[in-house]
């Protein structure tokens, strides 16, 4: 039966996410902003609440951990699980403060690639570490199946040499997982993601970026020289499988693009409820049964950013949906990620406009939200890689067909 | 006045031909003028020096031809002044999130899909421009339960609860198949919907079993006028008391099948509140006119005029303090959005296939990022329009306060179904502009979905 309301058995999942947003992250939110690179250490205390909630039950995934497939018990009921909660909680955790949500320790990226390819055997060693995600090296970005990042076998190790860009939280984090090629000369099939504990020696985390948006967030540049890892490191098959490809690491986006398309929903709402806030201060009032032509200009343009707004928040569940209940989803997560990057910068950057020079004035945090909300539309697949992939699989091209 | 005041009034550029209240004619202007005027004169026709194009036969593809409503049947009056009738209980939805129909919603979405690709698809050229649907298509429409849909199984219809999610996803299949049929087969269960949701036991015992029998009459919801910067919320037809009832004066436009109608809802304003009118075709001074527009021609779309129309006292349907009024607006808007996303759905159908098989410069068009990349934002922001406009739907069908979602709904619909349509005829580039393919009535039709009231309802 359709229904697109938020799952019951959520909601009280999100009021946590909301409160925990509004009292714990806002407070701190300039703060972070401003003193980039600094450790955000109130999260280690918000990190332990999150872990304790998960041990009692309570909540269902608060981060990007709760991604993984359970593949036990179909009954044929429609599910609203593990996914759906992510997003949701996410999302409510980014209205607080994206930069601080992405720092959230135990929450990285690379928990996410554990979740999604991971055996039973890694899953369980892993479990409770913090990992962060590097795939791009300077001379690779969208085109990552061309990473030149190499893991030689050399007995019971693997042995890694390159150069990663843009890792989040790659300083702070337990471990990274390392996108790496067994063979360049095999191509994509013989990418394989292995996880690097911290302090390996080889691996250096050579500097922190300075950045645009999510300043909270520290972004490291880390090279790996001669860096040996366990092979039972190497997440999934290590066989290389030409006719399986990059599917396999690949994967990891189907559940990550939901989890950052709903960091750019949480990200808009900030920005939209303060400016519906501001607005209505200033005697605009938004009325839902008169046309948006027959409203005020401002009037008019918070309406088609609100309507932007939900159909990338319903786009999110939806990807989210069919992930519990274990439909493929990869058209509709590029789907998800492409609507809301876009919609998140158009609507972040008009509410800044709107509220004219209390938008742009650091007093407020529109303008910050505004600088947040562009990472969302490049990372894990940019706006352009999103709607190739969704081109690709409408018209039935392939990668050389379309490039 | 002088006579040149006159005749300069006659021939003021302001508000007519498109011509802004801004214009103004020089000397050579009025002469050019003047010698357009002969060349519409009727004599050079009756001389048989121009060729006849224009049909006949008048139908309603020419405006400015008034004529009487619909004699119509009697409605004979049955069931209980004053008591309430029948109402089906709000759909229960258990709060999971879910994308699902139900096994009955998709029963009907099969059949009517198919009835949009079988019978409509293949008519929607020929009744776009003579501007009326087949008859036999609108037989067939009745033969599945079309008008009957949001009718109680009580009163003969299929509804067990709250049918607007049934009746967002059928309008939806139907428009796929075409706008104009779909509002065209659709306006009669506009009007019975109405009935079942808000009319009194002696307004369903008179009116429903003619919609739920074998002889279902055209209906039509008329909210819609024809004003700048119209707001529905202000009509200007005037409902006025007179001795055992009301009066009504005003003018309707955009009304589906208004020549055909045999019973009319008239939103018109009572006592400074918005109120809904059941009013029957035959009545003395309902006028009828065609009123062909942009798009949606296949429903016939016509001009009603009240002139002094007297209704009786039991002619109130619903509420009489703008709520109702209110609802079916929402209901209405809820209606268009599922059309558009038919409509919408087809033009990516449509496209897809074209650019594959499309050449230029030696390969398809769609190996074309720029291409293909407005045929993917097409397929996410009808994505879009889809889950924002169910969301709507369901809270209606589950009888939750969905004011905000249906105005989200007809915002991104409005805007993002157009922007479709424009997408579609560009991707087709010139063959997109001639009629030999549809994307240029699917442009027309989509221009309607921000703009009209009434007309159809679920």
């Keep these: ?403 | 006045m002088s006579l040149i005041r006159a005749t300069k009034n006659a021939v003021a550029p302001g508000g007519k031909h498109g011509l802004s209240n801004r214009e103004s004619r020089d000397p050579i202007g009025y002469a050019v003028l003047a010698l357009n005027k002969l060349a519409q004169s009727e004599l050079i026709d009756r001389m048989g020096l121009r060729k006849q194009t224009e049909q006949t036969v008048f139908t309603v593809t020419r405006s400015g031809f008034k004529v009487a409503g619909q004699a119509g049947r009697a409605f004979a009056k049955k069931g209980k002044k004053g008591a309430d009738g029948v109402r089906v209980p709000a759909a229960n939805a258990q709060g999971v999130f879910d994308l699902t129909p139900t096994d009955d919603e998709q029963m009907l979405v099969d059949v009517v899909s198919e009835f949009a690709a079988e019978a409509l698809r293949p008519a929607a050229a020929e009744a776009n421009e003579t501007c009326v649907a087949p008859d036999d298509l609108l037989k067939s429409s009745l033969e599945i339960g079309l008008p009957i849909l949001g009718v109680p199984e009580k009163l003969g219809g299929i509804s067990e609860e709250r049918s607007a999610m049934a009746g967002t996803l059928v309008a939806e299949a139907l428009a796929k198949g075409d706008m104009g049929l779909a509002v065209a087969a659709l306006a009669p269960g506009a009007v019975a919907t109405a009935l079942s949701l808000w009319g009194t036991d002696e307004q369903q015992s008179t009116y429903l079993p003619e919609f739920t029998g074998d002889d279902v009459p055209a209906a039509a919801l008329a909210l819609n006028e024809s004003k700048v910067l119209f707001d529905v919320l202000k009509p200007s037809t005037q409902a006025v008391r007179a001795e055992g009832g009301y009066v009504l004066n005003g003018v309707k436009t955009l009304v589906p099948r208004g020549a055909q109608a045999e019973l009319f809802i008239i939103g018109a304003e009572l006592d400074g509140k918005n109120v809904l009118f059941l009013v029957e075709s035959k009545a003395e001074g309902l006028l009828v006119e065609g009123d062909p527009a942009m798009g949606v021609r296949a429903a016939s779309l016509a001009k009603i005029t009240l002139q002094d129309v007297k209704v009786p006292a039991d002619a109130i349907l619903g509420a009489t303090d703008g709520s109702t009024y209110l609802e079916a607006v929402r209901l209405s808007r809820l209606a268009w959005c599922a059309l558009s996303i038919g409509t919408a759905q087809a033009v990516l159908d449509y496209v897809t296939q074209y650019v594959n098989e499309r050449h230029a410069f030696g390969e398809p068009i769609s190996h074309r990022q720029s291409v293909a990349f407005m045929v993917a934002n097409i397929a996410i922001e009808l994505q879009s329009m889809r889950l924002v406009t169910y969301k709507a739907a369901a809270r209606a069908a589950q009888g939750k306060d969905f004011s905000r979602e249906v105005a989200l709904a007809r915002k991104i619909c409005g805007d993002k179904g157009m922007q479709i349509g424009l997408d579609g005829v560009q991707l087709l580039g010139g063959h997109g502009f001639v009629k030999e393919h549809p994307v240029e009535r699917w442009y027309r039709d989509l221009r309607a979905v921000s703009l009209v009231e009434g007309g159809v309802l679920v």
């Design chain 1, 1 to 403: 039966m359709i229904n697109l309301e938020t799952p019951k058995k959520h909601r009280a999942l999100i009021d946590q996410a909301h409160q925990v947003a509004m009292n714990m992250l806002r407070p701190i939110s300039r703060k972070y902003d401003l003193g980039e690179h600094e450790y955000p250490k109130e999260l280690d205390m918000l990190a332990a609440m999150i872990d304790g909630l998960s041990e009692s039950g309570a909540s269902e995934g608060a981060g990007a951990t709760g991604v993984r497939r359970d593949e036990s018990s179909d009954d044929k009921t429609v599910k609203n699980g593990a996914n759906l909660a992510s997003v949701l909680s996410v999302a409510e955790m980014c209205w607080g403060d994206t930069g601080l949500l992405l720092s959230m320790p135990r929450q990285g990226l690379g928990n996410s690639a554990i979740a999604s390819v991971a055996n039973d055997e890694q899953l369980k060693r892993f479990e409770g570490t913090w990992a962060a995600m590097a795939i791009t090296e300077p001379g690779i970005g969208s085109d990552s199946a061309n990473l030149s990042t190499t893991a030689r076998k050399d007995g019971d190790e693997y042995v890694l040499n390159g150069e990663k860009i843009f890792v989040t939280s790659g300083e702070r984090a337990d471990c990274v997982v390392v996108w790496a090629t067994l063979d360049k000369a095999l191509g994509r099939a013989a990418i394989k993601s292995f996880v690097v504990e911290k302090g390996t020696p080889g691996m250096n985390v050579e500097r922190l970026e300075h950045k645009l948006g999510i300043r909270a967030s520290d972004t490291a540049v880390i090279t790996f020289t001669d860096c040996r890892v366990p092979a039972a490191n190497l997440l999934g098959s290590p066989e290389v499988d030409v006719k399986q490809g990059f599917a396999g690491a690949m994967a990891t986006f189907d559940n990550t693009r939901p989890l950052v398309a709903a960091m750019a929903v949480g990200c808009a709402r900030a920005s939209l409820d303060l400016t519906r806030g501001l607005l209505e201060e200033a005697g605009v009032e938004i009325d839902y049964d008169r046309p948006a032509q027959l409203q005020s200009a401002a009037a008019a343009k918070f309406l088609q950013m609100e309507a932007d707004w939900e159909a990338a928040q319903l786009l999110t569940m939806q990807a989210a949906w069919m992930a519990d209940n274990r439909k493929p989803n990869s058209l509709e997560a590029s789907m998800a990620k492409a609507k809301a990057g876009r919609v998140g910068s158009d609507i972040t950057l008009s509410c800044v406009e709107l509220a004219a020079g209390v938008g742009y004035s650091e007093t407020e945090l529109l303008e910050k939200w505004s600088r947040d909300s562009k990472i969302l539309d490049i990372f894990e697949g940019t706006q352009q890689i999103q709607q190739l992939i969704v081109a690709r699989r409408l018209l039935g091209l392939s990668s050389a067909e379309l490039k």
